[in-house]
């Protein structure tokens, strides 16, 4: 009875990821070029659209820059769908909102109830200006925060569980999707070029939970 | 240091798993019928690995190799000074553990030491997983939404007690035991592991 030296190796499983997809849209300079032209010509018949963005309903445009954006994001959420082992057929309707941030804007933590996946492509990000002297400053960029709260509270420092949120700075053209309970942050945009954004919800449409046939008390 | 833009990958990245380790122990059979015998009343009250005993020894060094593999495994070298604690049960008939996790401790886990008898009940229903472990997914609320298939979609992963089956996870991990419906006691550790010291420093 005796613990060997050439000890068996424990086997690790990661359970309930948290999956962020990023994906750079290829070609994607002349349609978004044609979507910051939209965005610009709503902007200058609102104001403060972005604060409104429930009355917002981007994907309904006929640009063809909407239409490019729209397929995007569709096939984007199929090849997330098949990633995750789901191959059959789904449903789901998108909710779409440009977003502007001038100097100082930025969007408060929140998450998008009530949807499946949310999202953000990048149509125009200012790099951080030189002038920014906060070494903790995050221009522009997005956070997302672990949803395990608390699992960072008895951490030594290295290890994954210890950083409770992860940064990403994207550039233009990005397509970022995440599950919809993820709380997150857009940092203030320093620049005083604007920061344009397009978000969604993803909703699956109800069959997708509750097949007809199925339905009923 | 400012921030870059990134130039975007194609990526589905996982964040933030929670992870479980697994090791079954060789040569657990003679250890494991000491630790009946000792399991059987009036028991050991208090810590086991406080108790001068053979058995005991020995499992207490595949949980000190265990412990250095996570470590290892996420990255924390040189590995902290941590302490054990661990409590022998023998769950009888009707006895079970409801949902809690292990306030204060860096990993918590279960030693089987022998894998429970089946349901002395033939009226069970199907979902009913007698005598075995479930985990419960940290992220309360993400399965509302979620598509079978979809890694939100199971709030739960369920552990078939093995005997010899060392098991380690996060101490905020909330588990519980079913209901073990056997009149032979179900043995088992219930492990603490926590931090010496005090933490990001290293070694204390």
Redesign the interface.
């Known amino acids: 009875?005796?613990?060997?030296g050439a000890?068996?190796?424990?086997?690790?499983?990661?359970?309930?990821?948290?999956?962020?997809?990023?994906?750079?849209l290829p070609g994607f300079e002349k349609p978004t070029a044609g979507l910051a032209a939209h965005i610009l010509e709503q902007e200058a018949r609102e104001t403060d659209y972005t604060a409104r963005y429930q009355q917002q309903s981007f994907f309904s445009g006929k640009r063809p820059s909407v239409h490019w954006l729209k397929d995007q994001i569709d096939q984007t959420t199929t090849a997330?769908?098949r990633?995750?082992?789901?191959e059959r057929a789904?449903s789901w309707t998108l909710f779409g909102w440009y977003n502007t941030n001038r100097y100082g804007d930025h969007h408060a933590p929140h998450t998008h109830p009530?949807?499946?996946l949310s999202g953000t492509y990048y149509v125009r990000?200012p790099?951080?200006p030189?002038s920014?002297d906060d070494?903790k400053?995050?221009?522009?960029?997005i956070s997302?925060y672990?949803?395990?709260t608390?699992?960072n509270?008895?951490?030594?420092?290295?290890?994954?569980?210890a950083h409770a949120a992860?940064?990403?700075?994207?550039?233009a053209?990005?397509?970022m999707m995440w599950?919809?309970?993820v709380q997150h942050y857009v940092h203030p945009n320093l620049s005083e070029e604007h920061r344009v954004t397009i978000s969604f919800n993803l909703i699956?449409d109800p069959a997708?939970?509750w097949p007809v046939g199925k339905r009923g008390l | 240091m400012m921030a870059m833009n990134e130039p975007a990958r194609d990526e589905i990245l996982p964040l933030w798993p929670t992870w479980v380790g697994q090791l079954l122990l060789p040569d657990a059979e003679e250890a494991n019928r000491a630790l009946i015998e000792l399991a059987a009343p009036p028991g050991i009250a208090g810590n086991l690995f406080e108790v001068d005993h053979r058995a005991v020894v020995w499992l207490r060094e595949w949980i000190v190799a265990a412990v250095g593999q996570w470590f290892e495994h996420v990255n924390v070298q040189p590995a902290p000074q941590w302490r054990l604690g661990g409590r022998l049960e023998a769950l009888g008939f009707g006895h079970y553990r409801e949902l809690g996790n292990e306030s204060g401790a860096y990993l918590a886990g279960l030693y089987f030491v022998n894998a429970p008898a089946p349901p002395e009940l033939d009226h069970l229903r199907s979902d009913c997983l007698p005598s075995h472990v479930s985990l419960l997914d940290p992220r309360v609320g993400f399965n509302a939404l979620g598509l079978e298939g979809d890694p939100n979609f199971n709030e739960s992963r369920t552990l078939v007690p093995v005997a010899g089956m060392l098991t380690l996870w996060p101490g905020y991990l909330r588990h519980c035991s079913r209901v073990h419906l056997a009149r032979a006691p179900w043995v088992r550790v219930a492990l603490r592991i926590e931090l010496d010291g005090r933490p990001g420093t290293g070694t204390p």
């Open positions: 009875m005796s613990a060997a000890a068996p190796r424990m086997a690790f499983s990661g359970v309930w990821p948290t999956l962020l997809v990023s994906r750079r997330f769908l990633h995750v082992g789901i789904l009530r949807a499946y990000v790099p951080a030189a920014v070494p400053a995050r221009p522009g960029c997302f672990d949803p395990r608390g699992a509270m008895i951490t030594v420092g290295p290890e994954p569980d992860h940064v990403v700075c994207p550039s053209g990005t397509l599950p919809s309970q699956m997708v939970y």
